[in-house]
C-alpha cells in the first residue's frame, strides 16, 4: 500500500533534520523531488479531513496561558511541546479516556527515556512510546 504525501514529506524532513543535527550534508534534490512526486500520485486519497498544523505562535500563546508551577498546567505544556517537537499525534500519547489509560499503552512517568548530546553538542531526548499506530509492543 503506497504511503500518504504527508507521511512521505514528514519521514523526509525528519530525515533531513538527522543530517542537520548531525552535521551531515543532505543530498535531497532533483531525485528526491521526483520521487515525492511520484509517491503523491500513487497514493489514495486520504479518509481523513486535514488538519491545520500547530505553529509557533500556537505554543507560545498556550505557554503564555499556563502556570508551569501548577503540576497540570506543566502536564499540559510537557504534552504539547513533546507532541508538537517530535511530530506526533496526541493520540500515541494520551488516552482517549483517563479510565482507559493502560501503562502497556500509554506513556507514564516512569516509561524508559534516554537522552545524549551530538557531536556538534545538540541535546535531545528519546521518549519509548509502548504503543504506536505502527508498533504495538
Not at 519521514?11 to 542537520?20: C, P, Q, R
Not at 500547530?54 to 507560545?60: R, S
Not at 505544556?77 to 517530535?86: D, L, N, R, S, Y
Not at 521518549?127 to 504506536?132: A, E, G, K, N, Q
Amino acid at each position: 500500500m503506497p504511503a500518504s504525501k504527508p507521511l512521505l514529506a514528514l519521514f523526509i524532513s525528519k530525515m533531513a533534520l538527522w543530517h542537520d543535527v548531525q552535521g551531515v550534508y543532505w543530498y535531497g534534490g532533483r531525485i528526491l523531488s521526483y520521487t515525492k512526486q511520484g509517491a503523491a500520485a500513487m497514493a489514495p486519497p486520504s479518509t481523513k479531513a486535514p488538519c491545520m498544523p500547530m505553529t509557533e505562535k500556537h505554543i507560545a500563546s498556550l505557554q503564555s496561558h499556563l502556570d508551569l508551577n501548577d503540576p497540570f498546567d506543566a502536564a499540559v505544556w510537557a504534552v504539547a511541546t513533546i507532541t508538537w517537537h517530535g511530530y506526533t499525534c496526541l493520540g500515541e500519547l494520551l488516552p482517549s479516556q483517563s479510565k482507559l489509560f493502560n501503562t502497556s499503552h500509554n506513556v507514564y512517568h516512569a516509561c524508559p527515556c534516554k537522552s545524549r548530546i551530538t557531536s556538534n553538542g545538540h541535546e535531545w531526548i528519546n521518549l519509548f512510546i509502548p504503543y504506536t499506530k505502527t508498533k504495538k509492543f
